[in-house]
């Protein structure tokens, strides 16, 4: 199997599950309990603490949570509307935002990049918060986040990033007040997240019940976890050079292979490199994904897989219907190997081939 999804979620890293062996076989205490396996366990979770910390702006504390899904109802439901958002974001900030209601949604172009007169034109005083992703997770296109920080602290509004797929990959601005991250998109566990949040910025708890988090997030905290996590965050700071190295040769690879028959979605230079969402005319995908079974790559969000529905990314930078059902997101990283990416994205193109011969 070649694995190409790393949106959907990365490998986890062998020092991330070695951090977290112990306290899943030996070490069983509850880190909020005062005896001293209780505090062997908090100081586990504070040095998981500090390490996922460290990639982020100075000026802040982090609360762990379940996942990033949590962490951005949390700053968007703690904050309250009214806010903005951009029309490219993950469902987990537009139906959150949905559901606090009194929102604008910005319009993006055909490059995926927020329009930056819409933008301008919304974020006015009254607004409470504006929230825009880093990296895009369909078409890894990277927004002006210091430019829409600064409109929204102009206005009074605090600022929220999501930062899930650009952590540890992409430089986080000063600006933000709120940051969201997940523990498996940086080749750590699934089932971990967290909210960065700015010293003086106060937020209710979403979840109320002991308020074990300084934050107030309630709710007991597995040792194991945020070991994982704060292991893969260390790992990605010390390898942030390398693995945007090797990133830039995977890239130049695989635009190599393939021809000018695949569209590139989204900008070709304000994006993260390991996140090639490309499309081919009259392309049957989930055709092709049953031809190459021994190739995971994807046909979108697998937040949004098995809807039936069209990306809204995808619609959102103008692609009509059948565009955004031609088009496939092939994710790389890390594991990756070149010869791997090569021969799966072979493979991919003549299956594609295939497909217009026999049609």
């Known amino acids: 199997m070649i694995y190409l999804d790393y949106q959907a979620t990365t490998p986890l890293a062998p020092e991330a599950f070695e951090a977290m062996l112990p306290w899943l076989k030996e070490q069983h205490a509850n880190p909020h309990s005062a005896h001293g396996p209780g505090r062997a366990a908090k100081a586990a979770v504070e040095m998981a603490r500090a390490q996922v910390v460290a990639l982020l702006p100075a000026g802040g504390s982090v609360s762990f949570t379940s996942g990033a899904t949590e962490a951005l109802n949390w700053a968007i439901k703690g904050v309250g509307g ?151 965050a260390a790992l990605m700071a010390a390898r942030r050079k390398e693995d945007t190295a090797h990133v830039g040769r995977l890239w130049a690879a695989a635009r190599a292979v393939l021809d000018d028959t695949w569209i590139l979605n989204g900008s070709a230079d304000h994006r993260y490199c390991g996140n090639l969402n490309i499309r081919r005319d009259g392309l049957d995908v989930a055709r092709l994904m049953s031809d190459l079974r021994a190739i995971a790559f994807s046909a979108g969000s697998a937040c949004a897989s098995g809807s039936g529905r069209p990306s809204h990314v995808l619609e959102a930078i103008g692609l009509s219907d059948a565009e955004a059902r031609s088009s496939i997101r092939i994710g790389f990283g890390r594991y990756t190997t070149e010869d791997d990416l090569v021969t799966a994205l072979n493979r991919i193109d003549a299956a594609a081939r295939a497909q217009r011969i026999a049609a």
């Open 82 to 232: 009214p806010l903005v958002t951009l029309a490219t974001e993950h469902a987990a900030v537009l139906d959150t935002a949905e559901a606090v209601g009194g929102t604008t949604i910005l319009p993006v172009g055909s490059d995926g990049l927020v329009d930056l007169d819409a933008a301008r034109a919304a974020i006015r005083p009254g607004v409470k918060l504006v929230a825009a992703m880093l990296v895009n997770n369909e078409i890894g296109v990277i927004q002006p986040i210091a430019y829409l920080a600064a409109l929204a602290h102009d206005a009074g509004a605090l600022f929220l990033c999501d930062a899930v797929q650009g952590y540890g990959r992409v430089p986080i601005p000063d600006g933000c007040d709120l940051i969201a991250l997940s523990g498996h998109k940086i080749h750590g566990p699934k089932g971990i997240g967290a909210l960065w949040i700015r010293d003086g910025v106060s937020l209710p708890p979403l979840l109320h019940g002991g308020g074990q988090e300084k934050a107030g997030r309630s709710g007991t905290l597995s040792p194991a976890l945020c070991a994982g996590f704060g292991a893969a």
